[in-house]
């Protein structure tokens, strides 16, 4: 299956670790990447081709891969850091695959 | 390095709009681009890609859109342009033109019945 899936949302407290999960069966033989979008903006890349930050990105985001499994992770939230996070990938024919996105709050 | 599209509105069912995306700061001839939307209140969806002049031009559209959008590039205007026609109420959202590191602003499609 060519499916992503993340959870809907989660929620942590300022200074916490917050871990975005984005799950799917060809994740292994794919790279993985994650955005960030903010109410009434354009999504911004955080993380590339798994685990490379893009430059102008915070050093808290941080991207990582287990199995069928990358996991975005943002150490020391921040309020600014409040947003919507999707994972994206793409089949073998190369079109893009997203994730549905999660909320991540910061309470 | 900027993208900005162009070209939304409000358009009847079964109509047509033509989209346009203005690149500047980088090599467009060389890159690889692609339209994704987002409909109200609704995550990101890819629409189609088209490749280089180097790459063959060669394009692919998601299923939703196949046979109904076409995607083109002017490569002397830095322009890259999305052409939906036979528009269905579910292609009402906000388009994006994008690289992948490099996203527009979007522009607003709102198909009524």
């Known amino acids: 299956s060519n499916e992503l899936t993340q959870p809907p949302s989660v929620s942590v407290s300022p200074g916490q670790t917050a871990t975005i999960t984005c799950s799917g069966d060809?994740?292994?033989?794919?790279?993985s990447y994650w955005y960030q979008q903010k109410p009434g903006q354009a999504p911004i890349l955080v993380v590339k081709?798994?685990?490379e930050r893009p430059s102008g990105v915070p050093e808290r985001f941080t991207g990582s891969t287990s199995g069928t499994t990358v996991t975005l992770t943002v150490s020391g939230v921040q309020a600014e850091d409040e947003a919507d996070y999707y994972c994206?990938?793409?089949?073998?024919?190369?079109?893009?695959?997203f994730g549905g996105g999660t909320r991540l709050t910061v309470l | 390095v900027q993208l900005v599209e162009s070209g939304g509105g409000l358009v009847k069912r079964g109509g047509s709009l033509r989209l346009s995306c203005a690149a500047s700061?980088?090599?467009?001839?060389?890159?690889?681009m692609n339209w994704v939307r987002q409909a109200p209140g609704k995550g990101l969806e890819w629409v189609g890609r088209?490749?280089?002049?180097?790459?063959?031009?060669?394009?692919n559209y998601a299923a939703p859109v196949k046979g109904r959008f076409t995607i083109s590039r002017d490569d002397s205007q830095n322009r890259l342009y999305l052409q939906a026609s036979s528009l269905k109420a579910e292609d009402t959202a906000v388009y994006y033109c994008?690289?992948?590191?490099?996203w527009g602003n979007g522009t607003t499609v709102i198909v009524s019945s």
């Open positions: 994008t690289t992948l590191t490099v």
């Open positions: 700061g980088f090599t467009f001839s060389n890159a690889w």
């Open positions: 088209i490749k280089s002049n180097a790459d063959g031009e060669t394009t």
């Open positions: 060809a994740l292994p033989s794919r790279w």
């Open positions: 081709k798994d685990n």
């Open positions: 994206q990938s793409t089949d073998t024919s190369g079109a893009w695959v």
